[in-house]
Each structure stands twice: as C-alpha cells, then as structure tokens.
C-alpha cells in the first residue's frame, strides 16, 4: 500500500532523523577490524558523524499485519539496489533492542577475517559439559555451529576476537549502540552459566531492525570491507534456501529470553535478486497473548519475501 507523498516525507524524516542520533560511530573505512584501535584514535571515532546514504530513499509505509497475526513486531525490506524501504509498523523498526543470535553474523565475520580458522579446521573441542541442546554436546565446526546457533562456540570466537578488535569492527559497521561493556553478558536475567552469555544476549549491545538491515548492506554489499573468502563462509553458512520467489535466500534466527518469557526474536537476511540484494529484518517483540520466536519470525519473513514482485 502506497501512501500519500506528505506522509512519505514524515517517515523519511523519520529514518533520517535516526540515522544521524541513533550511530554509535561514523563508518572510518581506514580502521581495520583485524587489529585494535589506538587509544589516540578512539574518541575521533567515536564522535564523527553517520554516514548518510548518497540519495534519499523511497520509503514505503505497508500493512503486513495479515503476516503478523496480531503479533507484536515490525518488518523491514530494503532494496538496496533502488534504494527503496517497505516498512510495516514503523515505529518499532527504530527501537533498539537485543540482536541476540543474529549477532553470530558479525562475530563470524570479524573471525573470518583476522585467521581465526587460519589453521585449516574450524572445529572447536566440547568441554563436555551437558547443554540444553544436545546438537551442542559434540566438538563442532564453524557450518554446524552457525546452523545450531550454538553459544558455547561462539563464545569462544568472541574471546579470541577481543574487546579492542571487536568494538572496532562495530564502530566500523556502525552497530547500534556499539556498548560491548557487558562482555561476559552479566545482564541477562535468563541465564548465568558465562558459556551460554555475552553483550550480544539480553544485555549491553542493542540495535534497531532499520539497523540491522542497514548493517547486512555494509557486510555483503559492493563496499564490504571483508574479503571474498569471508562473505563466501558466512552465505554457505547462511543459505536458507535455494530459490524463494526467484532468488536465495540467507538468514540468521536469533532470540532472546528475560525471566524465561520471550522479549526478542529475530529473522534477517537478504536475498539475492537481479537489481540488486534485498535486505529484510523482521522483529518480534514480547506478545502476552500468544508464544513468540523466531521460527515465527522466519516464517513471517519467507511469507513477505514470496508476496514481493520480483
């Protein structure tokens, strides 16, 4: 549904607006995230501007809640290559909320990048503790790690990354608010077992779903700071499916609990078209009337995918 020119403007205004306030940091493409950033250099990072997109996009307000079925979320799509967002309920596309397992995108690709698997195997050695999971309860590779959405493992990855290393890769893809100051994820209500919690789980590191999508463009896009090696483990890790109304399609599931009750579940991705990569996020939040996850999420995602003319 197209909406009148007037109202067009007030949700581009909207987006802009959060472009500029929301960043935690402008995108420096000479910061590499395979080393630290110099003390010196931090603060300049820290406080240069958001980069804004070279030409307004065309904004599209639409009324996906036949998808939702009353749930309590948002959907974002972003044709990159007409540069042109469809939006439905876009008030909560701006609100910053726990990326949980949809975190594992970045985190791999930082680990890509600077050699962590260097070595020739991904594989990570089970310490044998018994998980609520057992696909966990085995010495895993990096594929089965990302397809399981194990944590155990990615909390690994996240050590060996570092502080330094890590918050300069989120500075350069401008990620949410950046705030990894609850590494070890002490914040989470849901879980104390320091295997199975970080930043990124219920705690420090928040992002919006405008943000996530704007991020998978930075990450996969034409100006991707990473190598061809990385984006090539992260789409076999990633791929969905084959072909969903023309395309392939990636995606990462991701959700988060608080106090055992659902708060967020995620599904984002892209899928790849003949104009260019559309970009989606779709974002449930806590529902009081029905159970909530990003199975959920995945489903409403695909379902969007398929009723958009390719």
């Known amino acids: 549904m197209k909406i009148s020119s007037k109202a067009n403007r007030a949700i581009a205004i909207l987006f802009f607006v959060?472009?500029?306030?929301?960043?935690?940091?402008?995108?420096?493409?000479?910061?590499?995230?395979?080393?630290?950033?110099p003390s010196a250099e931090k603060s300049a990072v820290s406080s240069s501007p958001s980069?804004?997109?070279?030409?307004?996009?065309?904004?599209?307000?639409?009324?996906?809640?036949?998808f939702f079925h009353g749930m309590n979320g948002t959907a974002i799509f972003w044709n990159s290559g007409k540069n042109e967002y469809s939006v439905h309920n876009s008030a909560l596309a701006l609100v910053r909320r726990s990326p949980c397992s949809t975190f594992k995108i970045v985190s791999s690709a930082v680990a890509w990048d600077i050699g962590l698997f260097a070595s020739g195997t991904t594989t990570r050695q089970w310490s044998g503790e018994q998980f609520w999971n057992p696909e966990w309860n085995q010495d895993l590779d990096f594929p089965?790690?990302?397809r399981t959405s194990c944590v155990w493992y990615f909390r690994e990855i996240v050590d060996e990354i570092g502080r330094e290393r890590m918050l300069a890769a989120l500075r350069q893809l401008q990620y949410g608010n950046c705030d990894i100051s609850d590494w070890e994820g002490k914040q989470n209500t849901n879980n104390s077992n320091p295997a199975l919690t970080g930043f990124w789980i219920e705690s420090s590191l928040r992002i919006s779903p405008q943000?996530?999508?704007e991020v998978l463009e930075r990450i996969f896009g034409k100006d991707s700071p990473y190598s061809f090696n990385t984006i090539s483990q992260l789409k076999n890790a990633m791929l969905i499916q084959e072909s969903v109304a023309g395309g392939?399609?990636?995606g990462k599931t991701g959700m988060g609990k608080n106090l055992g009750v659902v708060a967020d579940a995620w599904f984002i991705g892209f899928?790849?078209?003949?104009?260019?990569?559309?970009?989606?996020?779709?974002?449930?939040?806590e529902n009081e009337n029905s159970s909530t996850s990003s199975k959920m999420a995945k489903e409403i995602a695909l379902n969007i995918l398929r009723s958009i003319p390719v």
Do not use: K, M
């Open 18 to 37: 959060s472009f500029i306030l929301t960043g935690c940091a402008g995108r420096d493409p000479s910061i590499s995230v395979s080393s630290p950033v």
């Open 271 to 285: 899928q790849e078209r003949n104009e260019g990569n559309l970009y989606f996020c779709v974002y449930l939040g």
């Open 144 to 146: 089965h790690a990302f």
């Open 51 to 66: 980069v804004l997109p070279s030409s307004s996009p065309f904004i599209l307000e639409e009324d996906w809640s036949d």
């Open 248 to 250: 392939p399609v990636y």
């Open 211 to 213: 943000e996530q999508v």
